[in-house]
Every structure is written in structure tokens, then in C-alpha cells.
């Protein structure tokens, strides 16, 4: 089990109790709670997937339901404990994003597709799980609204390809490129860095 | 037109019959329940071939729209006493759930994929529809919360597995799988049995 | 650049306006925002190729990205305008809807499809991207209660098939399937024009 696989683990582990957590608190059972953590750890790879007409990445091996199971387990047992946890669970999810952003680019080029379709299958790798969890759960996507979360994926990926445009080597712009999108998450959230919005018309079209 | 077929659209029935009425609930025209209708009945074998990487089976054959537009016609005409008639749909809710879920397991050995998929695409095929349904209707998805349902699935389908290691024929391995499913749903309702739900946080990620 | 893709294009704009003004009224930040006006303007015909097995039409050109970034630089600088526009986006809007109908079905028929699969993914080539920003912004989709709207992507759709059937040249078949979409999506507007809805039953099922 190489250095990779272990992040990639840790970053579904933290995804994955980011939906069980907010499913808990809407009284989903165990079941559902289940579904909706493991939704939220692979559900933007698998849009990824589909759209890159290939076979959804955890149909091919089964780590990913087992590491979400070890999320429900761990809540289950925990729970009263996963809320002191916050920050570490914070600084995963992080980790989690950077590496989520990084494959989603790379499964990008290898398929020939070109630079801005890379940013939107990492930003997508990264994010769109969240969003389907909070449509689960029936609540506006937080991401939407809260501090920069999918830019931190756009910005990754910006280095990813600045880095390829230099020549660096691909692991190193792969370290880049995560490192990057875990400093401005970091960073968005030390300072309650969010972009503006718009100014809220009443009137709906 | 074979007995399976039969079934098929007795469970298709059953399945946009419980869209059509939720979305009358929510004063959806009749094209809005017709969709919610259908997606119920189609949604999760259409996920399902999607992430098999085959054309969605409704687009092969025109049987479904039809299916769906009786139910639509149905709930038009014999509105008031749909409802008196809820013991007679959940009986074929929960016959259309038992074959949905053979169907989805029988797609996912025919493409080569192992037993846990299966069980995944199984249970997807019967109960994904229903929370297709519940998010366009803007409600928390009923089988998250409520008696057994997708779980009903789970065990059919090991039900299934476990035939076919036997060396059970693969018909009465149909059968099995389905009846276990039905018989599951069944007692789950009698009995008000659900699965725990993990204590809500009031506290968000 | 000819006349389709300025159709095109402006069909977008418009489409990518509603979800932004959309997304503005519930504070989403500008990255939801611009997110929720892509999905919005392209998210019927990703749908749509996903069922196809094709690449989805966006990602083989960034011009759907910049239309949509148009369109959000224009409810930045005259977000306090655009409500007095609100005749013009509805003109721009059935004109997107027609074209996206046309397209679809034209998909659909290259793709040896018979005219009932083309009449859905013309209707969901027109319809499903709004259906999905109503879900992202946590709403009941609008289209399913209000007048008129995926129903005139269905009469465009009997429109094309009946000129094919007639021998219509293709550029004139287009060209009627659209107009008859926009027609009668203005007239419904202008006479408020509806479906019945189903009487509500309070149980649910």
C-alpha cells in the first residue's frame, strides 16, 4: 500500500464522515447514513467517471465501501467524540480535496482532454460529492456559499498545469498541486476568506 | 408476453404510481407527475446502465412510457380511491422492488463485475428511484428514515449469491432472491422494523 | 461563426441567466452562482449525451464556459437592470428552448433512435437544466407546476417528426420544430396557459 492509496483512504475516510455526520443529523438510519457518506466520498468521481466514459472508479475494487463502513463504524462508536474532532477532520477533508483534485486532473489527461476540462474534472473530483450530499439532505450546497471550497480545486489546478508548463516533474506537480489546494482551503477558512454574492433579487424569472 | 414481463410492469406500475401521488401531493401537473412517475419507475435501472456503460433499458423499448401513462391515467380517473387501495400498491411495491433487484444483479454478473457490486446495482435498480422521486419533490428521501426498504434489497441479493454458490438453478435463483426481497419488505412493515438512527449532532461540519 | 451557433449561444445565455439570478436570491457566492448557471445552461444536454454514450457537448469546446461567465459578468455589472429585462430573457429563453429541442432530437435520430426517444431527449435536452438548478437551489422544480414549458420541447418534438414524415427538407424541419416550441411557449405565458394539476392527496404513501 503505496503513499497515494493511503491519502486517497484518508481523504474518502474524511469525506465520508462529513455525510454520515450531516445525514445523522437529519435522523437517516444506518443505512442511509451509510449511503450518504459513501455518496459523499465518491459521488464526484463517479459524475468524473461517466462523463469520461469510463467504468466508475469504485466498481473496481471495493476499498472504497470498506473505508466507508470504518466512517460508520467510527461514528457510531465516537460519535459523542467526532465533534471535538473538527479540526483534524478538517485538515483531512483538505488533504482529501488536494488529492481528489489532482486524480481528477490527471484521469483528465490521460484521456486527451485539454487544460480547462482537467480544472472542472478535478474542481468536480473534489466538490460535486458535497454538493450531492447537501441535495440528499435536502439544503442549498454549502459549498455555494460558504468559504472558498471549490475554487481551492481551481486553483490546485492552475498550479497542476503552470507546473506541466514548466517541465516539472509529475509527481512533484502532483505535490504541488495538492499542497496548493490544501494551503487555500487552509488559509480560506483561518481567514473566512469567501467571494462575494450577488446581491439577492427577491423576483424569480 | 412472458410471466417476468408481467411482473415487470405490475412493479412499474406500482413504483410511478407512488411518484405520480407525491408529486399530486405537491400540486405537480399532470406532465410534472408523469415525470416524477416515470423517473420513480425508471430512475435507478437508468443510473444503474449508465455506470454498466449500457443504453438505459427504457430507450430500447417504448413499454415504460406506456406503463407510466396508465398509472398517470389511473390516478386521474380513480384518484379518490387510490388510497383505499394503499395495501394493494404496497404489495406491488414491494413485488416490483424484489424483481428490480434480481434485474440489477443479473446486469452486473452478465457485465463481469463481482458479487458486491451487484448487490450495489441491485439495490440501486429498486430503491434509487425513490429517492430520485423524493429530491425532485423537495422532501429528505423517505427510505432513509423509514422501515427497511433499500436493505430489503441487500439481503435478497445475498440471498441470491448465496443460491448460486449452492449450485441453484438459475430461475429458482431468481426466484429466491425476489421472494426474499418481497417477504423482507413485508415483515418490515408489519412489524415497523428500522434500522437505528445514529444520534443527530445538532452541530454542522 | 454561423446562425445556429449565435442561436446557440444566446439560447445558453439566457438559460445560464435564470440560474444565476436564481442562485443570487439565495446568496450563493459567485462560484455557486456561475456553477449553478452552467449547469443550468448545459445540464439537459449533458444528461442527455451521458444516455447516448457520447462525450457530453461542453466538454469538446470551452465556449459553453465563457458564454456562462458572459452571462455572470452581466448580472454582476447590471444585476439591477436585468429584472426589467425580464421580457427580453423570456424571448431569449423560449429561443434556447427551441433550439435545444431540435438539437436534441436531431442527436437522438444520428444515434438510430425512434422518434419517442427522440421527443424525451429533446424535451430533456430543453427542460432537465432547469429541473436540476430548481433541485441545486433546494426549490420544487418550477416547470412541473407553472405554464407550459416541457410540453412545448414535446409539440416541437411532433412538429419535426411530422415534417419528416411529410418530406421536409431537414433545414425547414428544424426550423418549424423551433418556432412551434417558441410559439407555444410564448403563447402559454401570454395566456397563462397550464395543466390541470392532480387533486393533492395529504397521505403519503
Not at 468521481?45 to 460508520?72: C, E, H, K, N
Not at 459523542?80 to 490527471?106: C, M, Q, S
Request: one cysteine or more; glycine letters at 12%.
Amino acid at each position: 500500500m503505496d503513499f497515494l492509496t493511503i491519502i486517497d483512504y484518508i481523504g474518502t475516510f474524511a469525506f465520508a464522515i462529513s455525510g454520515i455526520r450531516l445525514a445523522s443529523a437529519k435522523r437517516f438510519d444506518w443505512f442511509g447514513a451509510y449511503v450518504v457518506g459513501f455518496v459523499t466520498a465518491v459521488g464526484g468521481g463517479t459524475i468524473r467517471d461517466l462523463m469520461l466514459d469510463i467504468p466508475p472508479f469504485w466498481m473496481l475494487q471495493a476499498d472504497y465501501l470498506i473505508v466507508t463502513a470504518s466512517a460508520l463504524g467510527f461514528v457510531i462508536v465516537f460519535g459523542k467524540y467526532v465533534i471535538r474532532l473538527n479540526n483534524t477532520f478538517f485538515i483531512f477533508d483538505a488533504i482529501g480535496l488536494g488529492l481528489f483534485t489532482v486524480v481528477g486532473i490527471e484521469k483528465s489527461i490521460t484521456h486527451g482532454y485539454p487544460m480547462w476540462v482537467g480544472l472542472i474534472m478535478g474542481t468536480m473530483t473534489g466538490a460535486a460529492g458535497g454538493v450531492i450530499r447537501d441535495t440528499l439532505i435536502n439544503e442549498v450546497p454549502l459549498i455555494f456559499r460558504k468559504e472558498i471550497y471549490a475554487l481551492a480545486c481551481v486553483l490546485g489546478g492552475l498550479c497542476y498545469y503552470l507546473c506541466m508548463y514548466l517541465g516539472v516533474t509529475e509527481t512533484l506537480t502532483q505535490i504541488i498541486a495538492a499542497v496548493a489546494v490544501i494551503i487555500a482551503r487552509i488559509l480560506a477558512v483561518k481567514y473566512g476568506i469567501s467571494l462575494p454574492n450577488l446581491k439577492g433579487e427577491n423576483q424569480n424569472t
